[in-house]
């Protein structure tokens, strides 16, 4: 098939990275060069698959690509991939033991996001959230290298956490697209309607809505700081300087007064590399 994400996977990790513009470049300059190398493959597939539901896709166009990404998946494990990206893969986790379910986890949570647009509960977001990112989390710590099994909980919050700042900075986006993350639930019980989220319509109910939403991100933050031992701190920089740029994101939406709808929330380059530097001296010194 042209143009699909398993011939763009013949493109270098790295460059895949780069060119993605990334929040999470920055956390992978102060890895050492395997572990830089190896968390910069992961990366690229997580992007790959990303796009196969994000771009101007048919749903089974779309379904057909991830169903090739599981076979390469299975045969990173168990045969020989095809794709360059796939014998980058394989040769990282001899390295490092990532689980194969989490590559197919992520793939499912790509799929939620082909065959669902709306979400009942929080219940249900938090699902989609660990999918799509907690288990992320999870393939990064293998790289990372950890002691405790509590870090494992560190790595799921944090994913979990920053996938609610990326729902809460990408609203105005995410609706051109027909997908309304925000629980239909508390919708209801601020009083915000659908049609007003698909209009952009920003006033108090919203503010509210977003609050609520803004603090449960928060709290997810918290909780993966509470479940980070002090053996491990250290190890975890990289995953720590990716939630210092994503909690500034979040004090700007706040800052904001949560509007979203009139620009898009970002920080500059020079913000990512400072937050960044506080953030990697901070693991390493404090």
Same mark, same amino acid.
């Given at each position: #098939?042209? /143009?699909?994400?398993?011939e763009?996977a013949?493109? !270098? ?12 470049? =920055?956390?992978?300059?102060f *890895?050492?060069? *395997? ?22 896709i ?6 057909t690509?991830?169903?090739l990404w ?9 045969g020989?991939?095809?794709? !360059?990206?796939?014998? !980058? @893969?394989k ?11 989490y ?8 799929e ?6 709306? =979400?009942?509960?929080?219940?249900? *977001? ?6 799509? $990112? ?5 393939m990064?710590?293998e790289i990372?290298?950890?002691?405790? &099994?509590s870090?494992k909980?560190? &790595?799921? /919050? ?7 700042? %990326?729902? $809460? ?5 995410d $609706? ?11 919708m209801?019980?601020?009083g =915000? !309607?659908?049609?007003?989220l ?12 977003? *609050?609520n ?9 918290q ?7 002090? %053996?491990?701190?250290?190890g #975890?920089? $990289? &995953? ?6 994503? =909690?500034?994101?979040?004090?700007k939406i706040?800052a ?10 970002r ?8 937050v960044? @530097? ?9």
């Amino acid at each position: #098939m042209a /143009n699909t994400t398993i011939e763009r996977a013949s493109q !270098s990790a790295e460059l895949i990275t780069r060119q993605s513009k990334t929040n999470f470049y =920055y956390s992978f300059l102060f *890895l050492p060069k *395997l572990k830089r190398q190896a968390i910069e493959t992961v990366y690229a597939f997580c992007r790959l698959v990303d796009d196969i539901v994000d771009e101007d896709i048919k749903v089974d166009n779309a379904q057909t690509e991830l169903e090739l990404w599981r076979i390469e998946i299975k045969q990173c494990f168990t045969g020989n991939p095809t794709t !360059s990206l796939g014998k !980058s @893969l394989k040769e990282v986790i001899t390295h490092f033991p990532i689980k194969q379910e989490y590559f197919q986890d992520l793939i499912t949570g790509m799929e939620m996001d082909l065959n669902k647009c709306r =979400y009942s509960s929080f219940e249900e *977001l938090e699902k989609y959230c660990y999918h799509v $990112a907690g288990v992320i989390g999870l393939m990064c710590i293998e790289i990372f290298g950890y002691k405790e &099994a509590s870090t494992k909980e560190y &790595a799921i /919050n944090l994913g979990k956490a920053l996938q609610l700042v %990326n729902i $809460a900075r990408d609203l105005k986006e995410d $609706a051109t697209r027909d997908r309304v993350y925000l629980p239909q639930d508390e919708m209801l019980k601020f009083g =915000y !309607s659908e049609q007003e989220l698909l209009g952009s319509t920003y006033n108090d109910k919203f503010i509210a809505l977003m *609050l609520n939403h803004c603090q449960r991100a928060q709290s997810f933050f918290q909780k993966a700081q509470n479940s980070l031992s002090p %053996n491990d701190r250290g190890g #975890m920089f $990289a &995953a720590e300087i990716m939630g210092a740029i994503y =909690y500034r994101i979040l004090e700007k939406i706040t800052a904001e007064s949560y509007n979203v709808f009139d620009k898009r929330i970002r920080l500059s380059s020079l913000e990512k590399a400072f937050v960044a @530097l506080q953030a990697w001296a901070k693991c390493r010194y404090f």
